[in-house]
């Protein structure tokens, strides 16, 4: 992996990612993107991911690539170190630098907006404390985001970007909306589960006995149908 030593500046984060998509290199290494964030560290870092992830998700193999660091992050907000540590195994894992750039032009124009409408406050959403429950709520969403499920990265790594937007621009409110949309999925998982668990014992038996049915059975009902 290139050696790359980029510093903090003023520049807003939506311009810092997409000078990053600007370099000749065809490879986009992680540790690339950590380096480029400076000492906008874990809010930034989180932030990052979480919208590649929404982007890529769909992508085979992507998730747990980039869920990885998302999962890193959440342990060390939980341990409160104080900088953005990743192993040298992961740093030196690449993307394309096209598909880089591709996708960073989807999410740069409501990004922008959306940075535009940003500012410190409520800084109890952002507190240590607060800190220390987002990053376990970021290590059960990147567990979730890493696990082969169809569809299943987009809410993850939409809150996951909600917190990290929040941590780097210190907004309660971001953080304030992520803790919300973790509610509402918390709340249709215990639902569904509910409606499951009394369902499942009326359905069960019914599809017991369906799969025991005789073959010409099958073909004499699929047939009122053809």
């Not at 939506?14 to 000492?39: C, M, T, W």
């Not at 996708?103 to 607060?130: G, I, Q, Y």
């Amino acid at each position: 992996m290139p050696d790359y030593d980029y510093q903090a500046d003023t520049r807003p984060f939506s311009q810092v990612i997409e000078d990053i998509g600007r370099k000749d290199d065809p490879h986009l290494y992680v540790g690339e993107l950590i380096n480029a964030f400076g000492e906008r560290g874990f809010g930034a870092t989180l932030l990052f991911f979480g919208l590649l992830n929404m982007v890529f998700g769909a992508v085979p193999g992507t998730t747990t690539v980039l869920g990885a660091p998302m999962l890193l992050i959440g342990i060390q907000l939980v341990t409160r170190r104080d900088q953005l540590w990743m192993p040298r195994w992961l740093m030196k894992r690449a993307i394309e630098r096209s598909a880089y750039r591709d996708a960073v032009a989807r999410v740069l124009p409501p990004l922008r907006k959306v940075e535009r409408l940003a500012r410190p406050r409520l800084s109890v959403m952002t507190s240590e404390l607060a800190e220390i429950l987002i990053g376990a709520a970021i290590v059960l969403l990147a567990i979730v985001l890493m696990l082969p499920i169809p569809g299943g990265n987009f809410i993850p790594s939409f809150i996951m970007s909600m917190f990290g937007f929040g941590l780097l621009q210190r907004d309660g409110v971001a953080v304030g909306i992520a803790w919300c949309a973790v509610g509402l999925v918390a709340t249709a998982g215990v639902i569904i589960w509910l409606a499951w668990a009394w369902v499942s014992p009326y359905l069960l038996p019914v599809w017991d006995w369906l799969v025991t049915l005789p073959s010409d059975v099958w073909h004499a009902f699929t047939g009122l149908f053809t």
